[in-house]
């Protein structure tokens, strides 16, 4: 379900909190946005107020709840108002969990933080087709702003041709098409790296991040 495109890996903008900023930046070119309903994260968007416009998206861009550890009422909540299109799990997740979602109907993209080789390992236990890779920090599941070594989503790629490897941790204007060009990804995912606070875009740095996606 997460956007395939022909040019460049699909490029992802997360932790979206406002209506109007969701509307400037899927002008901009995103192919996807990310909402964080995770009540510890610095960008988290309380389910009732997303829910008051995320339905007016749909058909415009890909929606993907970011989640952590989630309780079954949100998931039923987000599955059966069909608010978002992915869900997008960051916790401790296991793989029996992920396909019980798939079995429901729901489309899943499974976060794994990674710090070598052996962490690669989990990629091949968990049953969705696309995985997103993000630096080791254990307890604060993404949004750290923090790099892991570009190598690992090579190798990655490599031991499991059949999934789709997005690209998170540490990005920014002046590193994506670097790390595109090393890694060919699926898909990138940003969030810091184009803020001016936590949860508020920078539209400028949105807009450079995007065109220089599209330049790798």
């Known amino acids: ?13 997360c932790g979206i909190t406002q209506e109007q900023q969701a509307r400037d930046i899927i002008s901009l070119g995103a192919d996807a946005l990310g ?3 995770w009540p510890k994260s610095k960008r988290y968007l309380p389910v009732e107020k997303a829910s008051l416009w995320l339905p007016e998206l749909r058909a415009e861009t890909t929606l993907v709840a970011v989640l952590v550890n989630p309780d079954r009422p949100l998931l039923d909540l987000l599955i059966q108002e069909s608010l978002v299109h992915i869900l997008q799990l960051h916790g401790d997740e296991s793989p029996t969990e992920v396909g019980q979602l798939l079995d429901a109907g729901a489309h899943v993209i499974k976060a794994l933080q ?10 091949g236990s968990f049953p969705c087709d696309t995985i997103l890779l993000d630096a080791f920090n254990p307890g604060l599941y993404g949004g750290t702003g923090e790099t892991f070594p570009w190598e690992l989503a090579v190798i990655a790629q490599e031991q499991f041709p059949e999934k789709k490897i997005i690209l998170s941790g540490g990005l920014t204007p002046a590193n994506i098409r ?26 400028t740095m949105v807009q450079e991040f995007i065109e220089q996606a599209r330049l790798a």
Request: avoid cysteine; glycine fraction near 6%; proline fraction near 8%.
């Open 178 to 203: 670097e790390a595109i060009l090393q890694t060919h990804p699926a898909g990138v995912d940003v969030a810091s790296g184009v803020e001016s606070a936590p949860g508020i875009k920078d539209l």
């Open 114 to 123: 990674v710090r070598d080789r052996e962490s690669l390992e989990q990629i």
């Open 35 to 37: 909402i964080n309903f």
């Open 1 to 13: 379900m997460f956007p395939d495109t022909a040019t460049h890996p699909a490029i992802k903008i």
